[in-house]
């Protein structure tokens, strides 16, 4: 069964950095994209950013709201994407979801709320 | 990129069925098939319904269909049944190559 794990979350205050997991299985992972969204308490939710599989040689997308901030990567070898977020604001408060697939979204993991506070 | 305009909420009794619009532009739904719909219950993670447009994944009810007219795509649910309470979702490749979802729709089983 195809699995997706985040991890990472936590309480960060406004500025930090953090970096964000999600550990897959039952899949050949470097042949799938991967994605990244985010739902912040009682919102809708908002797609992040993308990365494509081996075959687009890690082609990254990034929503303009976190475009030069958060920074999509994977680790092909391990079967793991990365989001690291830098110069975190109280506006990044949310549940953070990874997904399979660059244009639909078959798989997705629990989420790991990343909360942004002093 | 814009959110796709869905209405904020939708109801309906046991055995009737329902649509949700999701209005976009040529520049994402008109132009493209990679729509897809996404239920989300309370605490839970999306699940997806319908993918490029018309298909159900294995293991979705066939009480869910998708479709799509120029700029607005479409999921209706027919024989409304009190587990498809929740939110739902639409989301469409776009021209910029960025990913966009929809402002939600709850689902109310009256």
């Known amino acids: 069964e195809v699995q997706l794990v985040e991890s990472g979350g936590g309480l960060i205050q406004p500025g930090r950095s953090l970096r964000l997991s999600c550990t897959t299985s039952?899949?050949?992972?470097?042949?799938?994209?991967m994605s990244w969204f985010r739902q912040a308490p009682g919102k809708g939710l908002e797609w992040v950013g993308s990365i494509g599989g081996e075959g687009s040689g890690g082609t990254t997308l990034h929503a303009a709201s976190v475009k030069g901030r958060f920074i999509i990567s994977r680790d092909d070898s391990k079967s793991i994407a990365y989001l690291q977020m830098n110069s975190l604001k109280s506006e990044d408060t949310a549940v953070y979801y990874c997904a399979r697939g660059m244009y639909q979204f078959e798989y997705w993991g629990q989420g790991t709320l990343v909360t942004v506070s002093s | 990129q814009s959110a796709l305009t869905q209405p904020a909420s939708v109801s309906g009794s046991p055995g009737q069925s329902i649509t949700i619009s999701c209005m976009g532009s040529?520049?994402?739904?008109?132009?493209?098939?990679?729509v897809s719909w996404y239920q989300q219950h309370p605490g839970k993670a999306p699940k997806i319904i319908i993918y490029?447009?018309?298909n159900r994944p294995s293991g979705v009810s066939n009480r869910f269909s998708g479709s799509k007219s120029g700029n607005t795509a479409s999921l209706t649910i027919s024989g409304l049944q009190a587990e498809d309470e929740g939110d739902y979702y639409c989301?469409?490749?776009?021209?910029?190559?960025?990913?966009?979802f929809g402002t939600g729709t709850t689902v109310t089983v009256v």
């Open positions: 039952e899949f050949t992972f470097g042949d799938y994209a």
């Open positions: 040529s520049s994402d739904v008109g132009t493209y098939n990679y």
């Open positions: 989301s469409s490749y776009t021209s910029s190559g960025a990913g966009v």
């Open positions: 490029e447009v018309i």
